[in-house]
């Protein structure tokens, strides 16, 4: 494939695409096709978030969000890799749990979130509970998945080698299911995302979701989508990490990244 | 008989969901969490309101024009991804990037563009579907293995008999699977444009529940939403079931 | 008494019977088979299609538990264990995709404790001798298929093991490649002294390497002949055109036809 600076031709049309569509949405916004009383141009946002994340006003809440984002990622991630190994061993309750699984992410398990507050107050625990639920689950359906693609030959292969159960598990079956595992913390980073950010929304004290549904309400447009600006942009970057990092372990694996 | 037993175990599960809601009403008293009997009674009456029956019409009108925008634009999009290389190797990247973004941020957005109406909802569930639609559309294009069009190149079929004959059989079980998942995320993004950008139907009843505490309500239609998406799930899942194992 | 006479490895009226499952009938894979393989020798195994060679393969590995019968490697039972000194090469692609050929081939060697340069060593030579070398820091995604059964032929080489089980390695080969592979497994099995077993369905690869070849019936997989070859030890490719060679392949065509037709499930047709 032909590349320059580095990039490839495909990479530099993607990146074409983009700046003309961010390009296009200025132009619009600025001709007044777009009325700017509901979209500013893309540059006064990323101005608004400059300026946000310069006067330093945000930094807790940010603190409060990602933190909680993290943590609940964190918790989801592994309480699902645990439940989703347990689950693997017991095929029948496997069976009874599945038509479940298959529309948990159909209702918005955020709803919740007031039950969480009675329960804990109005801290993070609330937030970080509701993120936890919301990213657990698809981390349990991965780890399912995963595990029924261990190829068979490899518990041989480990009987050959003589290797105890736990280091068969490390050593084989979790790389070969870590593909499917890394789909599931993709997936849980999304919906962990998500809950934490609308459970803001409904009724948290603070946090960058709270502040968005705070500047709407009062009419602070620019604030508003200087935040919501700060999300896309966070949200993206982790997005676009974890998928390269996926995309190269695919590509040594001979697989197209999920 | 091991479908009384998967009766069994499905009663099983239903008692154990149960007696957990029971403990857990037990600890946070009923403000917080009403236990399963009132909130069934509430069920009971509720369902035959006129409140719930409008909300219940105006999420599903929203729904069925928000499925309908999600698949066309989803499929189409799909297609033409999979189909063109470049535009494939283009687009994709920024089709998973758009697809994994928290789109809940953007309903301030959808609000001022499109008001408290229909539109609104509409759009911020086509939003969440069309996505895995195209996604799965496109891979489905793409995996078609290659010896299926060179058999057909060796049989003289038309480009119109290709795509009829060989791509639209090889390629549909995958795309049930996109459509099933792009109904379940529709229905989700029905229902968060109603909480958030709507004052109609249940995703709006949800919302309101929630800010005038009361539970059963909220609980009410949690469980009638979950019951709808579990049996549309459940019918684009058996098909799915059917096309994969027809031989 | 001489070591080649010597019982290395012996399954003694061993039969498998796969219990029923579900709706599914109990299948009698396998015997009862009697086997003694000499210390040294290269025993091939050749049958129709599901007549149970990888299911005696795994028996005497000790991966699975015979349902009658008694195995026995150097002297000691093997009951459902693997016993030290025996590598086995599955018939199922079994590379780890995540390691490189490299890592692979070492993979063995860093379980039991090896030290570094021996590993290095150990492995620079076992990829040398499969052909592997510019592949070493390929993943197998990058490889064909045969080239990753070699890969994991050299990871059992490595652990220098003194009966060797191979399950039809060559399946994803061309014809004259596999002569070469063969020619390469000779000269294995000469330079290390091992035991081999190879399984194979190319009647010709069974007859060009092996010592005594075992057929085996139609599933329930018996042993209806032995034939012993009468090779020298030093030996190549090019015995395929002495006469002796056509005689063998003959014998063995003689006795599976009637069988592999069997196993095709026309077991009512006459035989000639
Ligand atoms: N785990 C199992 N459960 C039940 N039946 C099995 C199992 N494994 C093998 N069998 C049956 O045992 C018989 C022998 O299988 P085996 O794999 O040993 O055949 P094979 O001779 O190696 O065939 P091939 O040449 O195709 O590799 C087959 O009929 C197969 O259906
Ligand atoms: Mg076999």
């Not at chain 1, 200025?26 to 893309?42: G, Q, S």
């Not at chain 2, 060989?166 to 909480?195: C, D, N, Q, Y």
Request: contains cysteine.
């Amino acid at each position: 494939m032909t590349s320059f600076l580095g990039m490839t031709k495909v990479g530099w049309i993607r990146l074409a695409v983009i700046v003309g569509a961010i390009g296009l949405l200025e132009v619009c916004c600025r001709l007044e096709f777009i009325n700017p009383r509901v979209v500013i141009p893309p540059s006064m946002m990323a101005l608004a978030l400059f300026n946000i994340l310069r006067s330093g006003t945000m930094n807790a809440d940010m603190l409060r969000t990602f933190g909680s984002v993290a943590v609940a990622v964190s918790i989801a991630v592994v309480l699902g890799f645990v439940l989703g190994v347990a689950i693997h061993a017991a095929p029948r309750l496997r069976r009874t749990l599945d038509p479940f699984f298959a529309t948990y992410y159909a209702v918005p398990i955020f709803i919740f979130y007031p039950v969480m507050v009675a329960i804990f107050g109005l801290s993070v625990v609330p937030v970080i509970m509701i993120g936890v639920a919301a990213g657990s689950v698809a981390m349990i359906i991965a780890t399912l998945n995963g595990l029924d693609r261990i190829p068979r030959v490899l518990t041989k292969v480990a009987r050959v080698h003589r290797m105890n159960a736990f280091d068969t598990a490390l050593r084989l079956k979790l790389p070969a299911a870590a593909p499917y595992l890394f789909t599931g913390v993709k997936l849980a980073v999304t919906y962990g995302f998500i809950a934490v950010i609308a459970s803001e929304f409904i009724l948290a004290p603070a946090g960058v979701g709270h502040e968005i549904a705070f500047a709407y309400n009062d009419f602070n447009n620019r604030r508003m989508y200087g935040l919501m600006l700060l999300l896309l942009l966070v949200a993206t970057c982790v997005n676009m990490i974890l998928h390269t990092w996926d995309q190269r372990l695919a590509r040594r694996r001979g697989r197209v990244a999920l | 008989m091991t479908a009384t037993r998967r009766i069994a175990d499905l009663l099983i599960l239903a008692a154990a969901f149960l007696a957990f809601w029971y403990g857990l009403n037990a600890v946070v008293g009923s403000t917080a969490l009403p236990g399963p009997g009132p909130t069934l009674s509430y069920l009971a009456n509720f369902v035959g309101t006129t409140r719930f029956l409008e909300s219940l019409v105006s999420t599903l009108t929203s729904f069925a024009y928000a499925l309908l925008l999600a698949y066309a634009i989803g499929l189409s999009l799909g297609v033409w991804l999979g189909a063109h290389h470049l535009s494939g190797a283009v687009g994709e990247p920024i089709l998973v990037a758009i697809y994994s973004m928290p789109k809940i941020t953007l309903y301030p957005v959808v609000l001022l563009i499109f008001g408290l109406g229909i539109s609104g909802k509409v759009a911020f569930g086509a939003l969440h579907g069309i996505l895995p639609v195209a996604l799965l559309s496109m891979n489905a294009i793409r995996n078609v293995p290659p010896v299926y069009l060179k058999a057909a190149r060796t049989m003289n079929l038309s480009r119109w008999q290709v795509i009829a004959t060989v791509l639209f059989p090889a390629t549909l079980p995958e795309i049930v699977s996109g459509l099933r998942i792009g109904l379940t995320t529709t229905l989700l993004g029905v229902v968060l444009g109603e909480m958030f950008a709507s004052k109609r139907g249940l995703g709006f009843l949800m919302i309101n529940a929630i800010s005038t505490v009361q539970p059963e309500e909220m609980l009410t239609v949690a469980i009638v939403l979950f019951t709808f998406a579990a049996s549309a799930n459940g019918l684009l899942l058996w098909m799915e079931h059917r096309l994969h194992h027809r031989v | 008494m001489n070591l080649s006479d010597q019982v290395h490895a012996r399954l003694a009226g061993v039969t498998r019977i796969f219990p029923a499952m579900g709706s599914q009938q109990p299948v009698h894979a396998l015997g009862p088979v009697d086997l003694d393989l000499r210390h040294g020798e290269f025993f091939a195994v050749v049958g129709p299609s599901g007549c149970g060679k990888s299911t005696l393969l795994e028996v005497l590995a000790g991966l699975q538990l015979p349902t009658a019968g008694a195995v026995e490697f150097e002297g000691r039972p093997v009951h459902g264990e693997v016993p030290e000194g025996v590598g086995v090469v599955f018939q199922e692609d079994a590379s780890f995709p995540w390691l490189t050929v490299w890592d692979n081939t070492a993979f063995g060697l860093h379980r039991n404790g090896t030290d570094e340069s021996e590993i290095k060593k150990r492995v620079d030579d076992a990829l040398a001798f499969m052909g592997l070398r510019d592949f070493a820091r390929a993943y197998p995604a990058q490889l064909s298929g045969g080239m990753r059964q070699r890969v994991c032929i050299a990871r059992t080489l490595v652990l220098q093991p003194r009966l060797i089980l191979l399950d039809e390695p060559f399946g994803a080969l061309d014809a004259q490649t596999r002569l070469l592979m063969g020619d390469e497994v000779l000269r294995l099995w000469r330079s290390t002294g091992s035991t081999v077993l190879l399984i194979t369905h190319a009647l010709d690869e069974a007859a060009m390497l092996s010592d005594r070849i075992g057929a085996m019936s139609a599933r329930p997989g018996r042993f209806m002949d032995i034939v012993e070859t009468g090779w020298p030890r030093e030996r190549d490719s090019k015995i395929v055109s002495e006469a002796r060679f056509g005689e063998i392949t003959g014998r063995l065509w003689d006795n599976l036809r009637g069988e592999s037709l069997k196993s095709l499930g026309h077991a009512g047709m006459s035989v000639p």
